[in-house]
């Protein structure tokens, strides 16, 4: 441990510039450790996510129920066992895309890192960069490791991508170069003193590429309904089996003889009635089917429930560059103050086609084209240390142009509206523009201020040019739905908080000022105070994107973010929705929830619309799930302590399951809807399923005690309840379908169709052991599905009150 640390202290400090590493040195920092090797693994591995989606307790217990019956020669009673089946198939495929999707995130994909070793500069790969290593970094190459630099020539780089920051920073002796940066401008060396690992860009994608599913409010209901049938399936299920073996003529009785094995059967019938496995089976289709009409409307979904998502969000949080703006400047108009002075076209064309000219200069090149060929005597690069760059042309030596940010050309009289070229810059820049000026001097450009890289003397303003961010055209379309939806907006950016609001007010956002992100308090409910107060913020670090997210989400809100950079990459991955742009970056690609593929803006709204559907659609449903629930486990009970044989066979259930909720469930889950969606789905969905439920499996419960009085054989017994189960559940279906039009109509009527059929087609009658009930049982039967029927509207005209009651208690809060 000693001799590594003497390593790893000698290669931080002492690495010579000029020779590198030694070999030697080199073989010692590797086996220490000291490499820029970096494999992260997210924390959800396969077998985990199979474990986590095949080997549940529901799943235990219909694969139990499914292998019995199969030892037993019942095969046609499981067919139960295809839903579980589905359902773990489904839930591995959804998980296995958002691992695949975090497994490819990665920030340093350099091909090739320059290095100096034993005075010799040569290429390696980005792993092989040890802790020490000399880098040598010229324009174009990405910084595979934390470092610092040692000497620098107009060195510049981008690290947009990691801190938001628009503009390439200049760098110098001591200053920090950050893993994943691009140099743009210049050349230096740089000692790297973290890799692997400890690098910024790898502790960045180690963070971002921790594994998580989005928040779905239908799933975590769903599997509170498991949790509590969960508790109750054991006793329940010994409650059940107890009394079908009494019936069968006690244990030992029924173990001589052999009736145990129908006494296992019924209680396998009980058992699986109770979960409401096509619940999670139609839930994840809806989500598929959603996540498959989005994709045709270039959004892609990387997590199904995301679908759900975008739907419950109350605020959403917008990445300025890349998501509001198209990220990129276009000039935008030009104001000139001295009319006497002549040839500006020229320079200003000049400053725009320069070799190394910046992104703002290259936008002077289509307002002011090549004016003729004309060569420098002497040109100052842009520096953004600096932030101007100056010009004299050969044929005019004694005159110099300077193009830069005002307030460094011109100093005081740039910010003071009491001057011409003051009042123009103040107002423009108010406006969010960004502002150059043009300046000019007769006098020539002196040798000593050049080599010092001071301004020429005698500068005199010749014009303002200003330049602005191309604003996406769907933007203001888009944040005008959001505000009528509801939800509420904050535009979030690293750039200058003038600038963004500027951005924000051009998309229809009332906001005055920007707040500065430098300002914002550390304390979480500091720091919610601010954003539920204010719109606009500038100078957000990546960090502060993430603390804001998780703040807004501590005050009970449903947040969704927006970005393109690395820099939101973080903010994202936290929030309940993670929506990127196509043109961002791979990192924020693979923590994204919702992929926009064509970069629209625009289609927002449909993510809304679809998810909206499914939550509506789904809730609808899941009163048909829920409502057969509360009745199989209420007649489970019932039957268990008055001891009754369970009217049910497994097949039998198979036939109240698809056509009074199966197969129309799943026309119902897929239908427009655009119900605005309204949180408590769970509390709304079981005010209805449990008396419902209740009803149905007290009037079954009677018939049964009916029959058995009537000494009807058990096999019309069972037919008798599965048309009594049949019809009721098709008027359920037909309840909570309303209002009706032509297409729930044909389903509804169609469903009573099938019935009919499965009642006197002779292979389905044999199949499902279905036999004339009898005459006296057939008055029975018609009398409680009457009774059952006006009951459950009863029931629903309850329910709606209720439901308005609570709705208008809401709005009143």
């Known amino acids: 441990m000693e001799g590594t640390a003497a390593v790893q202290s000698e290669s931080d400090t002492d690495t010579d510039r000029q020779s590198g590493l030694t070999a030697a040195r080199v073989a010692a920092l590797t086996a220490a450790g000291k490499t820029n090797a970096f494999a992260g693994d997210s924390s959800r591995s396969a077998w985990n996510i199979v474990r986590a989606n095949v080997f549940t307790l529901f799943n235990g217990i219909v694969g139990a129920c499914f292998l019995v019956l199969l030892l037993l020669g019942r095969w046609q009673d499981a067919l139960f066992g295809l839903a579980a089946f589905g359902n773990a198939i489904i839930g591995c495929w959804q998980e296995f895309r958002a691992k695949a999707s975090l497994d490819r995130l990665a920030l ?41 630099v040692l000497e620098h020539r107009a060195l510049q780089i981008d690290e947009s991508m990691l801190t938001g920051e628009s503009d390439a920073v200049d760098k110098t002796d001591g200053d920090e170069a950050l893993s994943g940066s691009i140099v743009v401008a210049g050349e230096g060396i740089a000692r790297a003193t973290r890799v692997g690992a400890d690098s910024y860009a790898n502790k960045f994608a180690a963070e971002a590429k921790r594994f998580s599913l989005v928040t779905s409010e239908l799933r975590t209901s769903i599997d509170r309904v498991l949790k509590w049938v969960g508790w109750g399936i054991g006793p329940i299920g010994l409650l059940v089996l107890n009394a079908q073996m009494m019936v069968a003529g006690g244990w030992v009785s029924a173990w001589e003889s052999g009736t145990w094995t129908q006494a296992i059967v019924n ?107 004309r060569e420098a005597s002497v040109y100052v690069s842009f520096s953004s240390a600096r932030k101007w760059s100056a010009l004299s042309f050969a044929d005019r030596v004694d005159e110099t142009w300077v193009l830069g940010a005002p307030e460094m050309v011109l ?45 020429p003397t005698g500068l005199v303003p010749v014009a303002v040019i200003t330049f602005s961010e191309k604003v996406r055209a769907d933007a203001a379309q888009t944040l005008s739905y959001f505000r009528a939806q509801g939800v509420g907006v904050r535009v979030i950016s690293g750039d200058n908080p003038r600038t963004v609001a500027a951005i924000a007010r051009q998309v229809g956002l009332d906001v005055d000022e920007g707040y500065d992100a430098r300002q914002l308090p550390e304390g979480e409910g500091e720091l919610g105070d601010v954003l539920e107060s204010q719109t606009v913020f500038g100078r957000v670090t990546p960090e502060q994107k993430k603390r804001m997210v998780v703040a807004l989400q501590a005050r009970g809100h449903t947040v969704a973010m927006t970005g393109d950079g690395v820099n939101d990459a973080l903010a994202i991955k936290t929030a309940d929705i993670g929506i990127a742009m196509n043109s961002g970056s791979p990192a924020t690609k693979a923590v994204a929830r919702l992929v926009l593929l064509d970069g629209q803006f625009s289609h927002l709204p449909d993510v809304v619309a679809e998810g909206r559907q499914v939550i509506a659609n789904i809730e609808r449903v899941s009163m048909l799930f829920l409502t057969k629930t509360v009745y199989a486990t209420t007649l489970a009970v019932l039957f268990g302590v008055m001891v009754l044989e369970f009217p049910f066979l497994p097949r039998q259930l198979s036939i109240t399951d698809g056509l009074t909720i199966g197969i129309p469930a799943f026309f119902l889950a897929l239908m427009p809807n655009v119900q605005r969606y309204v949180p408590g789905f769970l509390r709304r969905s079981l005010t209805f399923a449990i008396p419902a439920g209740l009803l149905i499996a007290i009037a079954l419960t009677v ?73 006296d049982a057939a008055y029975v039967i018609a009398v409680i599905t009457v009774l059952t029927i006006l009951a459950i509207e009863v029931v629903r005209v309850v329910h709606r009150r209720v439901l308005a009651r609570w709705s208008a208690i809401d709005e009143v809060a």
């Open 703 to 775: 018939y049964t005690r009916i029959a058995m009085e009537l000494e009807v054989t058990e096999p019309q017994l069972r037919t008798g309840s599965t048309i009594i189960l049949a019809i009721v559940g098709i008027w359920v279906l037909a309840v909570l379908a309303r209002p009706l039009n032509r297409f729930k109509v044909l389903v509804v009527g169609a469903m009573f169709v099938a019935l009919a059929t499965l009642f006197t087609l002779p292979l389905s009658t044999a199949f499902f052991q279905l036999v004339d009930p009898g005459e």
């Open 267 to 373: 209680t396998i019938s009980a058992l699986t009635a109770m979960i409401p496995l096509g619940l999670v089976l139609m839930t994840s289709i809806a989500f598929a089917v959603g996540a498959a009409r989005l994709a045709a409307r270039q959004v892609l979904v990387n997590e199904l429930p995301a679908v759900e998502g975008l739907a419950r969000v109350d605020i959403i949080c917008l990445d300025k560059t890349g998501t509001l703006t198209e990220g990129e400047l276009a000039y935008r108009d030009l104001e000139q103050l001295d009319a006497n002075i002549e040839g500006w076209q020229n320079a200003l064309s000049w400053f725009g086609n320069a070799p190394d000219a910046n992104a703002t200069a290259r936008c002077l090149r289509a307002p002011f084209p090549g004016l003729g060929e």
């Open 108 to 148: 340093l994909n350099a091909p090739r890192a320059r290095v100096r070793r034993d005075s010799h500069e040569i290429e390696i790969a980005p792993a092989e960069v040890v802790q020490g290593d000399i880098l040598i970094l010229r324009a174009g190459d990405q910084v595979t490791a934390d470092a610092v």
């Open 411 to 455: 100093g005081d009289v740039a910010t003071d509206a009491g001057t011409e070229v003051g009042e123009a810059v103040t107002r423009l820049a108010a406006e969010g523009l960004r502002t150059l000026v043009l300046a000019f001097t007769a006098e020539p450009y002196s040798a000593a201020a050049q080599e010092t890289e001071s301004l």
